[in-house]
């Protein structure tokens, strides 16, 4: 009885480390990706973390007030395979982003592509 017990343990303990990593893992569904909106302004801040990049960007919005925008992009590792690198985006670039809006209005797109203000753009912009 003892073995049987150890036994179905071990097999758990090995089955549940293999869920917990897809678990940590957060899914887009915050975005609404049949809607695509386009932010142009400056870039504040850059983080090429794991396990997604962000950029946070001041836009001016219609009254001409600034907000921040944050800017959820992909995996580094795959990003650094596609040409990005930890320097891409700098404070003070002008960009214009294409992204998925949130769902509930927020001030949060998810990366769909870049154009740097010297034209070079980055993810798709068609």
């Known amino acids: 009885m003892r073995k049987h017990w150890l036994a179905l343990s071990t097999v758990a303990f090995v089955a549940g480390s293999f869920v ?3 678990a940590a893992h957060h899914a887009a569904s915050m975005f609404d990706r049949t809607q695509t909106i386009e932010l142009s ?3 504040v801040e850059f983080q090429w973390t ?3 990049i962000w950029i946070q960007v001041n836009v001016e919005n219609d009254a001409g007030e600034i ?3 944050s800017v959820e992009g992909g995996v580094p590792n795959r990003l650094y395979r596609q040409g990005w690198r930890p320097n891409s985006f700098e404070p003070g670039d ?3 982003i294409r992204g ?3 769902r509930d209005g927020g001030k949060a797109v998810l990366f769909i592509g870049a154009r740097l203000d010297d034209g070079s753009t980055l993810g798709r912009l068609e």
Do not use: D, T, Y
């Open 20 to 22: 917990l990593p897809s």
């Open 94 to 96: 002008q960009v214009m």
């Open 50 to 52: 794991s396990p997604h």
């Open 67 to 69: 907000e921040e925008w």
């Open 41 to 43: 302004g400056e870039v």
């Open 100 to 102: 998925n809006p949130m």
